[in-house]
């Protein structure tokens, strides 16, 4: 079995696959740590469900938090009894990066990307809901050919709350009616219809500069919150980064 590693800046995301299938998947909070305390949350994550590195043949991790990517290069190998991928400059995605500089685009949205261009065709726009907004753009060629990157949910509401005085935190659930009743729902209908608001707006003006009629998927956390209320988003894939994870390790082990 392959053990799939996704670091945010806000969560972690475990998924264990066998061959294609997702057999099992966990999420936990992004924090420093040492390797050993590391391991030992991770050993006992997999241990709940009955999963020991004997069972596991390779990991593989993306990371957008550079201290946690080093760590987690130390602790990889105690997971496995197979080799250890970390997504970065040199792995092979099989994807042509026509951006400016190549080396800028984090490796969840290549990641993305990747899986989006396999599991919905050419073109197709990603857009992941985590700590940013984030918009990834395959091209009708199958290049990946930039994006947008947005505040997100989460970070944009905290902003609102701590640079207010009399303003607090919301569940982020659909008020009655757009018209909020109260303050609390007030601020519920601008998180909300305001985020999706962002997401058709930028989704729209993409859609208008890629040749082809691109597949719009969202996947993260935040997707299953925020995609009711869009126009323009066709599917929710939730564990689409997970599975572009699998696909990457695949491709690098053919190489080998």
Same mark, same amino acid.
């Given at each position: 079995?392959?053990? !799939? =590693?996704? &670091?945010?800046?806000?969560?972690?995301?475990?998924?264990?696959?066998?061959?294609?299938?997702?057999?099992?998947?966990?999420? @936990?909070?992004?924090?420093?740590?040492?390797?050993?305390?590391?391991?030992?949350?991770?050993?006992?994550?997999?241990?709940?469900?009955?999963?020991?590195?004997?069972?596991?043949?390779?990991?593989?991790?993306?990371? &957008?938090?550079?201290?946690? !990517?080093a760590t987690m290069r130390s602790v990889a190998p105690a997971l496995?009894?197979?080799?250890?991928?970390? =997504?970065?400059?040199?792995?092979?995605?099989?994807?042509? =990066?026509?951006?400016?500089?190549?080396?800028? &685009?984090?490796?969840?949205?290549?990641?993305?990307?990747?899986?989006?261009?396999?599991?919905?065709?050419?073109?197709?726009?990603?857009?992941?809901?985590?700590?940013?907004?984030?918009?990834?753009?395959?091209?009708a060629g199958g290049a990946y050919i930039g994006g947008v990157i947005?505040?997100?949910? %989460?970070?944009?509401?905290?902003?609102?709350?701590?640079?207010?005085?009399?303003?607090?935190?919301?569940? @982020?659930?659909?008020?009655?009616?757009? =018209?909020?009743?109260?303050?609390? %729902?007030?601020?519920?209908?601008?998180?909300?219809y305001g985020h999706a608001g962002l997401v058709d707006g930028i989704?729209?003006?993409?859609?208008?500069?890629? /040749?082809?009629?691109?597949?719009?998927?969202?996947?993260?956390?935040?997707?299953?919150?925020? /995609?009711?209320?869009?126009?323009?988003?066709?599917?929710?894939?939730?564990?689409?980064?997970?599975?572009?994870?699998?696909?990457? @390790?695949?491709?690098?082990?053919?190489?080998?």
């Amino acid at each position: 079995m392959l053990l !799939t =590693i996704d &670091v945010g800046n806000t969560q972690v995301a475990l998924g264990m696959f066998r061959d294609e299938e997702l057999v099992g998947h966990w999420r @936990f909070s992004t924090k420093e740590q040492t390797s050993d305390e590391m391991r030992w949350e991770l050993l006992g994550v997999l241990a709940l469900d009955g999963f020991t590195p004997s069972d596991i043949g390779g990991v593989v991790v993306s990371s &957008v938090v550079p201290s946690i !990517t080093a760590t987690m290069r130390s602790v990889a190998p105690a997971l496995s009894h197979g080799p250890v991928l970390v =997504i970065g400059p040199g792995i092979r995605t099989g994807m042509s =990066i026509e951006i400016d500089n190549p080396r800028e &685009v984090g490796a969840d949205r290549v990641v993305n990307a990747v899986a989006g261009r396999e599991r919905y065709g050419t073109p197709v726009i990603v857009v992941d809901f985590g700590t940013s907004t984030n918009f990834d753009v395959v091209s009708a060629g199958g290049a990946y050919i930039g994006g947008v990157i947005a505040p997100g949910l %989460e970070i944009s509401t905290r902003a609102l709350i701590s640079g207010t005085a009399a303003l607090r935190r919301v569940e @982020f659930v659909p008020p009655r009616s757009p =018209i909020g009743k109260g303050t609390v %729902e007030a601020i519920q209908s601008g998180a909300l219809y305001g985020h999706a608001g962002l997401v058709d707006g930028i989704v729209g003006r993409l859609i208008d500069e890629v /040749v082809g009629d691109p597949a719009v998927v969202a996947t993260g956390g935040l997707a299953p919150t925020i /995609v009711p209320y869009c126009n323009n988003v066709d599917s929710v894939d939730e564990y689409l980064t997970l599975d572009g994870l699998r696909i990457i @390790f695949d491709r690098n082990q053919e190489d080998q």
